[in-house]
């Protein structure tokens, strides 16, 4: 089951973006243009083709 903090992160990207990104460390869904996750600080994003 999806929590509600995961669907609230993904109602706020680009619905049209075919490509999910995230936060290695902790989950935290962040815009493609993000380096570093605001909510952890890591540098490791990690980008899914949705499609």
Not at 29 to 50: F, R
């Amino acid at each position: 089951m999806l929590s509600k903090q995961f669907i609230q992160q993904i109602v706020r990207l680009d619905p049209s973006s075919a490509t999910h990104h995230e936060c290695r460390h902790c989950g935290y869904s962040v815009e493609k243009d993000v380096d570093e996750c605001p909510q952890c600080g890591s540098q490791e994003i990690a980008a899914y083709n949705l499609e």
